[in-house]
């Protein structure tokens, strides 16, 4: 469950609590039971009402549960304590999650974890329910894994992390909280709408009407609430929120106070509707707002005029995809900081060849002047072969060496290796450019380590130069068709707006991984002219190109393209109404 998500009703704790009061009032004398005297008697009478029996056994003690708070949504709003907990757990129990990111490793190479899909509350009835979501829980822990237990928003704030910490205290299981940011306060802030401002607004109150959607009278007093002031933060749906509406302005609170509904907040459907307390309902209708959502109600709504960011970001609600790895891509947290949703081009997997002609290779190292590497693969398989043939970094001395990528050149680093020609771009077309320009490439010896079936741009131009080139792949890299399942839907249903490539073999990469057909629907902008022509050989839509080849030109002509095709549709996280 998460802050949308309400149980068990207040008015029942406070029936159990009053039922122990009256007991208590009616017979002060001890009655000789063996109960905790610690424990209050109506925490004793909710337990007995409403947790279920797991059991009283120790668990593991290894065993431990982290309730999680995973934020509204924006994956870059998980606090560090949460991704660094998601990055070293056996088990992931999880509801609905609005970025499957969250629950990846940081580090692709790391085993994944054990995932539990519980369901997405409300109207889902494929959810768990709260008794088998505990007792999951309990058993998880009791294996000894270390659980984290993923809910949106903050745990404590309209969720079920504090019923499911107390069922772990009952289990008498390990547990710990991690606060997440609060969805209420962060969908506002990035509506910009606050909640509190110095002259306008010195209070606030967050409440939901969730509790009354299935015919019950609401447990809270509204009309104490029109009365309380300040700025009214409401976690609510499309459907309930009129007859909460009307209850507010029956309680006192003017019909035309500014009000404002943020659907989807800090995602890229991530939309804003505007009016006041007694037209919302019918704006957000014509707005076609029904997903539960998020209603602030106060003065602070009409600072949105002058504050508002996020949703006027030249990229916002733009999906962009990027061909090199987004986790470590300069061009992807620009693309984010213009309010793209960034999108990741699988890793294909590789396979490695046979070793044989670079074991050969490796006898002879000294008569080659230039040692040239494709790709940080390229490094690394090199130098496990390296190192298989009891040598090291020595046996490099008498040759120069030289990389495509920056990631390539840190791979070298990583082994006390550093490149002997400096090109301005790292892609292959910049370490030729820069090679070009040296009289030590004409004539000399050079072993090119590649990929089989990869680009051969550098390699041509070698040749070109008059170096004698001989050329070992030693692995092969293959589309990994599970992993780029999810992609192909998106592209085929349109909700990928625009590809970025930045060299020729990000072109073959992305049309490999895609298939031809498809990667032909995608407008796509071009780091350079290499890039174009690649892509046009393949029959892609190249749109744009850079006006040189730097990230920041790169950013700027997504960003003119952009302002070029249809608005995009509202697509973001889907929550029940």
């Known amino acids: 469950m998460s802050e949308n998500d309400v149980s068990p009703d207040d008015d029942l704790l406070s029936d159990a609590f009053l039922k122990s009061t009256d007991a208590s009032d009616s017979d002060g004398a001890d009655d000789g039971s063996d109960s905790d005297e610690s424990t209050p008697s109506w925490l004793a009478a909710y337990r007995d009402e409403y947790l279920v029996d797991v059991g009283s056994h120790a668990a593991s003690p290894d065993g431990i549960v982290h309730l999680v708070g995973a934020g509204p949504g924006d994956p870059a709003l998980l606090t560090v304590r949460a991704r660094t907990l998601l990055d070293v757990c056996d088990a992931i129990v999880y509801d609905v999650v609005a970025d499957a990111g969250m629950i990846v490793r940081s580090d692709p190479k790391q085993a994944p974890a054990e995932l539990h899909f519980v369901g997405g509350g409300g109207s889902d009835a494929s959810a768990m329910s709260q008794d088998d979501i505990n007792q999951l829980l309990v058993r998880l822990a009791r294996e000894g894994k270390r659980v984290v237990r993923l809910t949106d928003g903050d745990p404590w704030i309209f969720g079920s992390g504090s019923e499911e910490a107390l069922a772990l205290a009952e289990a008498d299981v390990a547990f710990d909280v991690v606060p997440g940011v609060t969805s209420g306060v962060a969908s506002l802030a990035y509506a910009g709408i606050p909640v509190t401002h110095r002259g306008i607004s010195t209070a606030v109150t967050i409440a939901t009407d969730y509790q009354a959607t299935a015919g019950e009278t609401s447990p809270t007093s509204w009309s104490a609430i029109a009365r309380a002031g300040g700025t009214l933060v409401l976690h609510t749906n499309a459907k309930q929120f009129p007859r909460t509406a009307a209850a507010l302005i029956e309680g006192g609170l003017p019909g035309e106070i500014p009000a404002a509904a943020v659907q989807n907040g800090t995602l890229l459907g991530h939309r804003t509707v505007v009016a006041t307390l007694e037209t919302l309902s019918a704006e957000m209708r014509r707005g076609g707002v029904t997903a539960p959502s998020v209603i602030v109600i106060g003065w602070t709504v009409v600072l949105r005029d002058e504050l508002a960011w996020f949703d006027r970001r030249p990229l916002h609600g733009r999906r962009v995809l990027v061909t090199q790895p987004a986790r470590r891509s300069g061009l992807a947290v620009r693309l984010r900081e213009q309010g793209a949703q960034v999108l990741e081009l699988p890793a294909a997997t590789v396979e490695r060849l046979d070793p044989a002609p670079i074991q050969e290779a490796m006898q002879w190292l000294e008569q080659y002047d230039w040692i040239v590497f494709a790709s940080p693969n390229a490094v690394e398989f090199f130098w496990q072969e390296l190192r298989s043939s009891d040598r090291d970094a020595r046996a490099l001395a008498a040759s120069r060496l030289a990389v495509v990528g920056a990631s390539g050149r840190s791979a070298l680093l990583a082994h006390g290796l550093s490149v002997d020609v400096a090109a301005e771009r790292p892609d292959a077309e910049g370490v030729l450019e820069a090679l070009t320009e040296r009289d030590d490439v ?117 960003n003119e393209l952009a302002m070029t095709l249809d608005e995009p549709s509202q697509v973001g996280r889907r929550d029940d109404a």
């Open 442 to 558: 004409p004539n000399s010896r050079v072993l090119y380590i590649t990929g089989q079936g990869r680009g051969d741009v550098l390699l041509d131009g070698l040749e070109q130069l008059g170096a004698m080139v001989e050329v070992i792949a030693l692995y092969r890299e293959l589309p990994d068709a599970d992993a780029a399942a999810p992609l192909l839907d998106a592209i085929a249903r349109g909700e990928v707006h625009i590809v970025t490539v930045a060299t020729s073999s990000a072109v073959d990469a992305f049309v490999d991984a895609i298939g031809p057909t498809l990667a032909a629907t995608v407008p796509m902008v071009t780091l350079d002219a290499q890039s174009s022509e690649r892509a046009r050989e393949h029959g892609l839509d190249v749109r744009a190109e850079a006006r040189e080849a730097t990230l920041a030109a790169l950013v700027e002509a997504v």
